[in-house]
Structure formats: C-alpha cells, structure tokens
C-alpha cells in the first residue's frame, strides 16, 4: 500500500477551483435572497429611523434602502431576472430630483416593472392619495414624525410583504 503525499502546488488548481465554486454558489445564494422591500427616502435621518424600526422587527436583511428614484431604477434594471425583483417598492413623495410620483409614473409605464406594488409615503398624504392611486400607488401613508409612527409604517410595510392587511389610516 502506497500513500502518496501531494505538494502544494499539486493541490493548488484544485484548492483554487473549489474557491471559485464556493464563491459562485455564495454569489448565486445571495442574489436568490434578495430583498423583499426597497425603499427611496432621500433624508438620512428618516432613513436611519426605518433602519431602526426594521431591526427591530428583524427584517432589516429583507430591506435594501436608496437616496434617489435614479438610484432604485439602476438597481432594478441591473437586476438579471424580473423573479429577484422585490416584494414591494416603498417611495417617499418628497424628494430633490425625479420625486416619487415621477418615480411611480416611471415605475408603471414599464410592463415588467409596473407588476411590483408601490406603497407612497409623505407628510401631507392626504392631499395626494387620490392623485396616487389613479397612477398606480397600492398604498400611500402619512409619514411619522414620532418614532411609534415609524415603528408601526415599519409594521405595516412588513405585513403587506407577508400578505397580511393592513389598514392606510394610522
């Protein structure tokens, strides 16, 4: 009987192959999980807020958050198949540049896009709800401005992703 004891160099093609399949098939699990939930809130401090409300409710890993309606379009038409497009899109209405409303009307004129539901969210929902809604919004919301009211959109956001209703009055 004859062991034989390879060198380095003899098991470094195989030692890097490996890598690269482990690396690949990390890369290929961390697109199939990809976030339920994309928000568009260009204030740094809203954001963190919803951060901390979506830690809370340990949904943070479903959450991917972006400044600017350019920035979700980059993201979504990068995206190599439609079936990793989110769950739900959440768009604040007040925003510099392409505000939500030009980011929703952009969002459904666009046949594979228009598919994912919109929730609006602003202060002063009330006077734009109606205006919305004939352009596609599912939901819109009042913004909080106490962090139980961040804490309960944060809530109501997860249960539409989780297909439970929820009610727009807060």
């Known amino acids: 009987m004859c062991i034989r004891i390879f060198s380095y160099r003899e ?13 690949v098939h990390y890369r290929f699990n961390k ?15 809203d954001r ?4 901390l409300a979506f830690t809370e409710l ?5 959450v991917k958050v972006f400044n600017t309606g350019e920035e979700i379009f980059r993201y979504l038409q990068n995206l190599p198949h439609s ?12 925003m510099p540049g392409m505000n939500g409303g030009e980011v929703l009307m952009r969002l459904k004129m666009d046949e594979e896009l228009s598919k994912i539901p919109v929730v609006m969210y602003s202060s002063g ?24 009211e961040v804490y309960s959109l944060a809530q109501k956001l997860k249960n539409i992703v989780d ?8």
């Not at 098991?11 to 690396?23: G, K, M, N, R, Y």
């Not at 340990?58 to 479903?62: G, S």
Request: with cysteine.
């Open 125 to 148: 929902m009330r006077q734009l709800e109606s205006k919305l809604k004939a352009l596609g919004a599912t939901y819109c919301f009042e913004k909080g401005h106490e962090i139980g």
């Open 58 to 62: 340990n949904y943070i890993e479903q």
């Open 11 to 23: 098991l470094w093609p195989l030692f890097s192959l490996l890598l690269t399949v482990f690396d």
């Open 163 to 170: 297909g439970v209703e929820v009610t727009e009055k807060n």
């Open 48 to 51: 963190y807020v919803m951060h």
């Open 31 to 45: 697109l199939l999980m990809s976030p339920r939930i994309l928000l568009v809130e260009d204030d740094a401090d």
């Open 83 to 94: 079936s990793l497009y989110p769950a739900l899109l959440v768009l604040d209405y007040n």
